[in-house]
């Protein structure tokens, strides 16, 4: 079993950056495919990105590719999301999720979950 702790969210305004942090504990975290997705108010929950268990693979909707970028630490248990050209449509609840499937980005396929946090873009 693994314990998801994201942070970094905030308010920016509308071109800036910020880098949202999922801290793992519990074993083997280097084991787990690793996900973040989000929720914006009144929305379902939607992928962002995902990475494999190396680092290796990413993968990234549509309309933050360019823009964000998800990488990891195995050795600090920690993945990570840098999002630059922030826009007031990528406001929403950030959560970090893990999985030991492969190549899923499907949230119900996630089998931990963090509590989300919450990044505000200003016009």
């Known amino acids: 079993q693994v314990q998801l702790v994201e942070s970094g969210g905030g308010l920016v305004q509308a071109g800036g950056s910020l880098r949202l942090s999922c801290a793992a504990s519990g074993r083997t975290f280097s084991s787990y495919e690793m996900g973040w997705f989000r929720q914006a108010p009144g929305k379902e929950r939607e992928f962002v990105a995902t990475i494999t268990w190396n680092g290796v693979t990413t993968r990234y909707v549509g309309s933050v590719k360019g823009r964000f970028t998800i990488f990891r630490n195995n050795a600090k248990n920690t993945v990570y999301l840098q999002m630059n050209s922030l826009n007031p449509e990528d406001t929403a609840v950030y959560y970090c999720?893990?999985?030991?499937?492969?190549?899923?980005?499907?949230?119900?396929?996630?089998?931990?979950w963090g509590q989300g946090t919450l990044v505000t873009v200003s016009e």
């Open positions: 999720a893990a999985t030991l499937g492969r190549g899923v980005i499907t949230a119900s396929q996630f089998e931990y």
